[in-house]
Structures are given as C-alpha cells and as structure tokens.
C-alpha cells in the first residue's frame, strides 16, 4: 500500500518545471483522481528557487548519504538536508511510502523516470509508465543500494526522479511542463492501480542502466581541450559504439568513443560544468 506520497520540486532552484507543477497542484490541488491518496506538495529550497539558482552552495542533491547526514552541516544546504531528513525521514524510517522529485535537464532526455531499484514495485512502476508514455525514457541508477545514494528522493521508503528535457536553466517551456505533469500523473495512475490491487500484466520494457560519468579531455593544467561532437549533442539515449565521435578537439579533430556500445544522456547538461560531466553512461536492458 502506497499511503503517503511526497511531490518536491525546486530541490533545484533553478528548474522551472518541476517548481512550477508543485505550486499548482499547491494552489489548486491535485487532480480529483488522485484524491484518494495522501499526497504533499513541497518545494525543498525555496532559497535557491528564490535567487534562481541550482544551489547557494552546495548542491542539495547531494546531501542525502547515510555519512553527510551523520555529520555536522557544513553549509546551507547541508543544514536544509538535515532539516528536511529530520522533517521526513530519518532515512531508513521514514512514514513516506513514494517520495517524488521533480527535476529539469538541459540535456534532450525526453520524459526520463529514474529509479534506484529493480524490485518489483519499481519494475511494474517502470512498464506501466513506459506503456502510457511509450516516448518515456527509463533510467535505472541501481549501481548501488538506495540508501547509499545522496539524493533527497532517498529520504522516502521509495525514491524516484522525473528528469525531463531540455530546458534551460531558469527557463520554463510549455512543453517540458506538459511531458513533466503527463509523467507525474502516470506515476500517480500506478499508485492507484498498485493500491487496488489492479496493476496490468505488462510485457518487459527497455530501460537503460547507469555505468559511469565521462568528464571532458582536459589538460594538465586542467583546460578543456574539447566539445561534444555535433553528431553526439542531443542524441541523448542513442547507442553509439566504438569508432564513433563524441568529442570535437578545439583544433577541429573528431574523439571516437572507445569501447562496448553505450547509451550517453545528461548529454552537455550545463549544472555538470564544475564537474567537467560531458556524459553520462548506459547500458540497455530490459525489466
Ligand atoms: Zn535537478
């Protein structure tokens, strides 16, 4: 039984989408359907929402470990993560049967629902939202346990992400909200499904697993020696195997990809700039 549900956005200040379903569903409630389920709707970092930022000074997304939590908060959102794990959690013990987060990528990811776990619950989740939304992307982040991840969602018994793009940041597009509302509601037509007992039988889906971040080629003093190649920008989710460019050298030399057939997303996402992110990894699989 799926009884509380907890919708955040604005865990990033500065994706719109996410903040902007959150104060509708805030100012008008959430669609009747769903009225049966106990669901909360809350912004997490109203100080970043407020300046429009990603964070003020440390990513709050990154907050979430079973250490950083054990530790004392060494800046703001540190201290809003261990409000917020005292507020829901704590993390193990939390009464939040599905805690969802509502973010928004500049990379063209489409409508991607991330899940931290291949159970069942998380797998019937998966083919059902794939089955409404055939376009939906399945992004499985299972490479360690859940509470092993820094993510709020972690908090809640169950934790997702609805990840959709492009958008840029501090910008809101009529259409990443429309595909962001259309995910949420999909994840809340499965809750009501899972609750009544009345999930469909539904055949395996394709989804795509996490391996690894790839950072830009850089110098040894630490400068960027390269783009993303044109033929890899916005390609997010598409297979590319070795020999093929992902990487335009500054002195005009394509960089081919070496090694087993991946799945790059989080394609150029700007908020990875610090962290010289170019992509990310993935296999393809089923569940
Ligand atoms: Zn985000």
């Not at 959102?77 to 005292?86: D, G, K, V, Y």
């Not at 797998?123 to 376009?135: D, F, G, I």
């Not at 501090?170 to 809340?188: F, K, N, P």
Request: aromatic share 8%; charged share 20%; net charge negative.
């Amino acid at each position: 039984m799926i009884a509380n549900i907890t919708i955040v956005g604005g865990t990033h200040g500065n994706e719109t989408s996410g903040i902007q379903l959150v104060r509708n569903w805030q100012k008008f409630g959430v669609p009747a359907a769903y009225k049966g389920l106990n669901i909360d709707c809350y912004l997490s970092n109203m100080a970043a929402i407020d300046a429009n930022v990603r964070f003020v000074e440390e990513d709050l997304n990154r907050q979430f470990t079973p250490a950083l939590l054990a530790r004392q908060p060494q800046c703001q959102e540190a201290r809003l993560a261990h409000a917020l794990n005292q507020q829901w959690g704590p993390k193990g013990e939390s009464d939040i049967d599905l805690l969802i987060d509502i973010h928004n990528t500049t990379s063209a990811m489409g409508a991607t629902l991330i899940i931290l776990q291949a159970d069942e619950f998380h797998t019937q989740l998966a083919r059902y939202v794939k089955q409404q939304m055939p376009e939906a992307n399945i992004l499985v982040e299972d490479e360690k346990p859940p509470s092993e991840h820094a993510y709020l969602c972690s908090i809640g018994k169950r934790g997702i992400m609805i990840e959709v793009g492009a958008q840029p940041q501090g910008v809101l597009r009529a259409d990443v909200y429309d595909l962001t509302e259309r995910m949420a509601l999909a994840i809340l037509d499965f809750v009501n499904a899972y609750n009544s007992n009345s999930v469909p039988e539904l055949p395996p889906c394709d989804v795509f697993r996490f391996i690894e971040n790839i950072t830009f080629p850089r110098s040894e003093d630490g400068e960027r020696l390269a783009m993303i190649h044109p033929a890899l920008q916005d390609n997010d989710f598409a297979p590319v195997s070795t020999g093929e460019p992902v990487f335009l050298s500054f002195d005009g030399e394509p960089q081919a990809w070496q090694g087993e057939t991946i799945y790059p997303h989080f394609i150029n996402e700007a908020a990875y700039h610090k962290l010289h992110v170019a992509f990310a990894t993935a296999t393809k699989a089923q569940l």
